[in-house]
Each structure stands twice: as C-alpha cells, then as structure tokens.
C-alpha cells in the first residue's frame, strides 16, 4: 500500500511539484540503467504473507494494532483494515536448502504469532478472503490507524467522484455500492520477490506474466466473499474494483485502470515505470527533498522517493520495485497474484513452482512471449481466477487445454529444471512441486475445497450462510495449523 506518510492536505502547488520531481526521478533511473552497477544477488528472494484477525465465533477481529503490540515483532506490520497484518519474511538465496529455511521461519513466526494473538483474544487465519466478512462490517471505521490508509481512501474517492461499485458474476452474484476502499481489505495475498539484473528484468516480468494464470489457478483459495460462492479466486475481481479511480465514463474512454495486468510484453524495466508516470495522476504527493540527479552526479545512490512512492499506488499484478540497501541499488520482479494459504507448506510449493518455473522460462532460446499475444495471456489470468482448477487456458504448441494438463504436460518439468538451475536441494525441489503435481491430479486446491465444504454443510441440513461461513472457517483453521497439504484434505 506504499510506504509510511503522515497527514496531509495536498494541494495543486504540491501536485505540480510531485509530477516534476517523479520525471526526475525517472530521467535518473534511466541514466542509473544505462551506467549504474545494480546488486545481482543469483536466486536471492523474498516474500510476504497478509493474514486475516478473528474472534471465538470466527468474525473478524479488529485488534491489528492490539495483536502487534503483544507479539513486538518489526517483521510484522499492519494492513489495510484492522482485522489484517501482514509478515515479511527477510530475504535469503534458494540455493540449497533456501524453501526449507522459508518454511521454518514462516511456520515458527505464525506458531509465535499465533500465541501473542491469543493473548488478546484473537486467531490468525491464512486465506484469500476471510468468508466470515460482512458487507457491514467494510466501512471506513475498519482502515488501519496509519495514516496513509486514510489518505489514500480520500484520494481514490476524490478522484472517482462516486462510490464504488463491486460487481461479480460468478456461480452466485454480488453486486454491492461501497463507500471506501475497505473491501480492498477483504484480500489478503502472499507476494513474492526475486532480485535481478536490469538486463535480465524485463524477461523476468514477461514470464512472470504469462505464467499469472496457471498460478492462480492451481493456488485458488477465496471462493467467497459476503457470503456467496463467486469466482474461485473471488480476490482478483475484487481488487480490481475495489481501488479503481476511474467513474464509469473514464472506464469508457479506455482509462487505464489502478489495478492492472498490464497492456504489452516489455523490453526494459523502465518500460513499467515510464507507464506509470505517463497514464496514472498521483494518489500520495509527498515531495521529499533529495535532488535524485545532484545525488547521482555526486557518486551516490538515489532513493527515488518520490518513484517509489507513484509505483507502491500503481497496482501491478507483477510489479516491478527499486530499491537500495546499504547504499546499493537493486531491482526486483514482486509477484502478487496468489492468496495466502491454505498452510505454510502449500505457500511453499506454490513459490516453488513460481519461482522455478519463472527462472526456466525467462532463460529459453525462444521465449514463450514472443509466441503468444499479450491479450492471451491476460484473458488466461481471468479465466484462471474464475474457474480455478477446473480452467481452459491458452498455450503456444497446445492450444486450449485444461490448466492441470498444461501444469502436468508442460510447466511441472519446466518448473523442475529452473530449480535445478538455482541449485535447489533435490529433496525439497521434489517435495514441493510434488505438491502442485498432487493438486491437478487430485484437482484439488483451497477453493475446491472450500467449496465442497460449504456444500457438505449446507447439506446435512437447513443453516443460515452466516453460520455456514463460521463452521467453514471452523473446519479450516485447524487444518492450516496441521500444515497438511490442501489436497490430502
């Protein structure tokens, strides 16, 4: 959601200053990938994990600021509404044995978590979308006490004019008038990060892209929302609307929207940023004082501020981030497309398989972007959030096929030889994306299983859908605590 701001009341000076100071910053950046020496870290990654707060009866828990206060962990922080945190897992190489050490330290961090949660009367839920959410309980008094979330509510209002209108056809339907960016809240999604050359970037984020659909399909977990069955990863929609800027003439007009998968294949990272200067206003302009070009002249290295700040309020599914640590600039390809959950474990394969398979394809002799248009991949990814699993999608040499055929026929074995190629211990390589292999031949992942069950419940007799929510949510959590794999479930 961008970084820490304070209040503030902008006005059309502090616009105009912002929209000088992003093009120097941007003149910069281009002049740093044109001679700078970026940090090239081979397999180093990284990755972040939004959780859901609730109370004994499964409702949300608006205690974020309680629960941090008792576990007093920096790697955690808070999110969008008050019944969310989120964890940030400090980055390490994959080599060797990379994913076990992630698994360990997600696992014991959640087990700490969870322990200074109940202190407070609270658990943690790891899924895509809490189902217990109401449409009354997504008003404006949920956002975080951070002040950014406030500001950036203001700015998307303003600039929208109207409220928002969440509107989803999936196998019920929703259609619901919002009065802040709340529901935004309701997603809660696991993000990966990979370090990479500038070179190297752009095939990276090409990759990343045309492999978005076969993630979230076999990573679907939040097949309801408001209590009704939707899309089976219900969080792409959602999102998509729930921070959009545009009012419905702007959308007609071919405005390009806040959340986005993108328009073309690129061919340098400057690509991404020039776009988000060029098509999107700025939700947060906050001027710092560093004089990018000046710090540039001068031997050192430019934080981009202001950048940085315009690209955190541009919601890319694979988005591309500059950073500098200890006083070295870096670049980083951050994968947003999946949720969180169903266990640490399935997170684990799901990075395993993304991160595997992005290496392989980015590296081919002919890569799978030049044989197939940039509209295919994204009518995958839609396909892929709607029907989870169960999807069609589009692949250069097969055509229309099932995604568990594709996953098992084509992308599995390529997803094994990128790992191998990052130096990952065969046992864990074979481990995790044995997972994924389980998954299509079971067809089972987190929605299905969500599904099925909210069946079985609704089955065994009369229930109110809110009671329904509660007892799914009942039967879900022990099993994220089992770290048992969502297709043995």
Not at 56 to 75: I, K, M, T
Not at 239 to 267: C, H, M, N, Y
Not at 428 to 443: F, K, N, S, T, Y
Request: proline share 6%; glycine share 6%.
């Amino acid at each position: 959601m961008g970084k820490d701001v304070e209040s503030h009341v902008f006005s059309r000076e502090d616009r105009m200053r912002y929209r000088d100071k992003v093009r120097r910053c941007l003149d910069a950046f281009a002049r740093m990938l044109a001679g700078s020496s970026f940090e090239a870290a081979q397999g180093m990654s990284g990755m972040e994990i939004e959780l859901n707060l609730v109370d004994a009866r499964y409702d949300p828990a608006l205690r974020n600021q309680r629960v941090l206060d008792a576990l007093s962990d920096p790697a955690f922080v808070t999110e969008l509404g008050q019944f969310n945190i989120e964890i940030n897992v400090p980055p390490r190489s994959l080599a060797g044995d990379g994913f076990a050490g992630f698994e360990s330290q997600v696992r014991d961090s959640l087990n700490a978590a969870e322990k200074h949660a109940a202190q407070v009367d609270t658990r943690l839920a790891m899924i895509g979308i809490l189902p217990t959410l109401r449409r009354d309980q997504l008003t404006p008094d949920v956002l975080s006490a951070n002040p950014r979330y406030s500001l950036l509510n203001e700015q998307i209002f303003a600039a929208r004019g109207e409220d928002l209108l969440i509107s989803i056809d999936g196998v019920e339907r929703l259609h619901v008038r919002c009065d802040s960016i709340a529901p935004e809240a309701a997603c809660t999604s696991v993000q990966f990060h990979l370090q990479v050359t500038p070179q190297r970037f752009a095939a990276y984020w090409n990759a990343a892209q045309a492999i978005a659909a076969a993630q979230v399909a076999v990573g679907a977990n939040a097949a309801f929302l408001f209590g009704r069955e939707l899309w089976r990863e219900t969080r792409i929609p959602l999102f998509e609307q729930a921070t959009d800027t545009r009012a419905e003439e702007l959308k007609s007009q071919g405005v390009r929207p806040r959340v986005w998968f993108g328009e073309r294949w690129i061919t340098s990272i400057f690509d991404l940023f020039e776009e988000n200067v060029r098509y999107f206003p700025a939700l947060l302009p906050i001027v710092e004082d560093e004089d990018p070009i000046a710090t540039l002249a001068g031997g050192g290295t430019p934080e981009l501020a202001e950048l940085k700040l315009h690209n955190g309020t541009v919601y890319r599914w694979n988005r591309p981030i500059y950073d500098v640590v200890d006083g070295r600039p870096h670049l980083r390809v951050e994968n947003r497309v999946l949720p969180a959950g169903p266990t640490v474990v399935d997170s684990m394969a799901n990075a395993a398989f993304y991160f595997g398979l992005v290496h392989r394809l980015a590296r081919q002799d002919r890569p799978v972007w030049t044989q197939m248009s940039f509209g295919a991949a994204e009518e995958n990814f839609h396909a892929a959030a709607r029907r989870g699993i169960e999807a069609d999608l589009f692949w250069p040499g097969l055509g229309s096929v099932p995604v568990t055929e594709l996953v098992l026929r084509r992308l599995l074995p390529l997803a094994y030889e990128g790992l191998d190629a990052w130096g990952v211990d065969p046992q864990h390589r074979d481990r995790l994306l044995g997972i994924i292999e389980q998954r299509c031949l079971a067809q089972r992942n987190g929605a299905t299983w969500q599904v099925e069950a909210v069946h079985a419940i609704e089955g065994a007799g009369p229930v109110d859908r809110d009671d329904t929510m509660r007892k799914l949510l009942a039967e879900y959590l022990p099993r994220m605590h089992s770290n048992v794999p969502v297709h043995e479930w």
